[in-house]
Nanobody
């Protein structure tokens, strides 16, 4: 199985919060790390947060101090807690294994829209 299913996006005002979830097939969760990516219209897909199997975490500078990544290794679920959201956080958010378990495979993503 290669399934990745993102959820939890929505429309929120600037300063608000959202919690994203990613239900992943076990095959992804056994990779060295999992990550959250985002892609704004006309932009490339960028990694915003990464968590290793051992719990080492890295964030893009643009989200440090506002986003928190976590994972439930028993349930194979990846989370992204997003606080103090800004209009520039508006994007489709995706999760994936790092390196990708199946190269080129992405889930449907979840849309996050932050209004000013």
């Amino acid at each position: 199985q290669v399934q990745l299913v993102e959820s939890g996006g929505g429309l929120v005002q600037a300063g608000g919060s959202l919690r994203l979830s990613c239900a992943a097939a076990r095959s992804h969760f056994t990779s060295p790390a999992m990550g959250w990516y985002r892609q704004a219209p006309g932009q490339q897909r960028d990694l915003v947060a990464r968590i290793s199997r051992g719990g080492t975490i890295n964030y893009a500078d643009s989200v440090k101090g506002r986003f928190t990544i976590s994972r439930d290794n028993d349930k194979n679920i990846l989370y992204l807690e997003m606080n103090s959201l800004k209009p520039e956080d508006t994007a489709v958010y995706y999760c994936n294994s790092i390196p990708q378990f199946r190269r080129g495979y992405w889930g449907q993503g979840t849309q996050v829209t932050v209004s000013s």
